[in-house]
């Protein structure tokens, strides 16, 4: 079936601006992921969902930063007043199970880019 | 904040040749796996193994673990061009939810 899908996939925008990333995951998928990816440098952890339920977010780097996952299956990432030092790839990942022992399924991502 | 250092940062070498690079990291774990990402596509699973495993093979990729130096290798065999990439390991903790703790990767150049 489908992977996981990210939309944008590119989003510009001034600083200040509140933006909006999406994420899709691979249907029935239980558990969602969302990471930061700064340029050469490894995906960070943002924040977790197991169905709509919102069980870690202590990677959200400040409380600009928002992530829902209103109903199980799609979830949205929301970033208010965008400062420069958001500009990242910011990845969404699945996985079937909430297991230690399984492998993530990731999206392509949304490079955010602020001026 | 990254759970530890892949070694080299960068790598270059000839289609045939094998690469071998390396990852430390911190903490205990539940496992370790390692990722590839090539430019402008997603993070893609390559392997996976168990903390009480020190081995494991998956077509051309061999991935060693060694708890005891919290370290891990991953070797491709007979490299390929079409291997060029970043090569990230990811390390699952013991309990609570599976985040993954990436490295910093290591960029490998596989030249025709």
């Known amino acids: 079936g489908a992977g996981v899908s990210q939309s944008p996939r590119y989003k510009v925008a001034k600083r200040g601006q509140d933006v909006a990333l999406r994420c899709d995951p691979i249907s029935g998928h239980v558990s969602l992921f969302w990471y930061q990816q700064a340029l050469g440098q490894g995906p960070e952890f943002l924040t977790y969902?197991?169905?709509?339920?919102?069980?870690?977010k202590s990677g959200l780097p400040s409380d600009r930063f928002f992530a829902e996952r209103p109903e199980g299956s799609v979830s949205t990432l929301k970033i208010q007043r965008t400062q420069q030092e958001d500009s990242a790839v910011y990845l969404c990942a699945s996985s079937s199970t909430t297991g230690l022992t399984y492998e993530q399924y990731f999206g392509p991502g949304t490079r955010l880019t602020v001026t | 904040s990254q759970q530890g250092e892949e070694d080299p940062q960068a790598l270059s070498i000839q289609e045939g040749e094998n690469a071998t690079m390396n990852c430390s990291y911190k903490?205990?774990?539940?496992?370790l796996q390692w990722y590839r990402q090539n430019s402008g596509r997603g993070l893609v699973h390559l392997i996976l193994?168990?903390?009480?495993?020190r081995e494991k093979h998956s077509g051309r990729l061999r991935v060693t673990l060694d708890t005891s130096k919290k370290s891990s290798s991953l070797l491709i065999t007979a490299s390929r061009a079409a291997d060029t990439a970043s090569y990230f390991c990811?390390?699952?903790?013991?309990?609570?939810?599976?985040?993954?703790?990436f490295g910093k990767g290591t960029m490998l150049l596989v030249s025709p």
């Open positions: 990811a390390t699952a903790p013991n309990s609570g939810y599976s985040t993954l703790t």
């Open positions: 903490t205990s774990i539940n496992n």
């Open positions: 969902f197991q169905n709509e339920a919102q069980l870690d």
């Open positions: 193994i168990r903390s009480n495993e």
